[in-house]
């Protein structure tokens, strides 16, 4: 992969979704996927005002990325788009 086309991969934010975009390598395979503000706010508890979505995704992507890969192995399709139930203890 060249470096322009990694940085083209870089997980972002959408400002008009409100949600940070990623893909996660699932055996071999690149799975695109998203997970919206207000889950990372809930999941991870950041403050309501203020807060930055990329820094959570950052400081949590292990995590973020294992709920896309057992999405994917239950059968999701792409895009996986992450909500709170797949965060929730009896899922992991």
Do not use: C
Request: glycine residues 6%.
């Amino acid at each position: 992969m060249s470096p322009a086309s990694a940085m083209a991969d870089a997980p972002y934010f959408h400002e008009g979704s409100r949600e940070v975009r990623f893909s996660v390598d699932v055996d071999g395979e690149r799975v695109w996927a998203s997970i919206g503000q207000a889950t990372l706010r809930y999941r991870f508890r950041t403050g309501a005002e203020g807060d930055d979505a990329l820094k959570t995704f950052w400081a949590h992507t292990a995590e973020i990325e294992s709920a896309v890969r057992r999405r994917v192995a239950e059968g999701s399709l792409q895009p996986v788009m992450l909500r709170e139930f797949d965060f929730r203890p009896e899922r992991s």
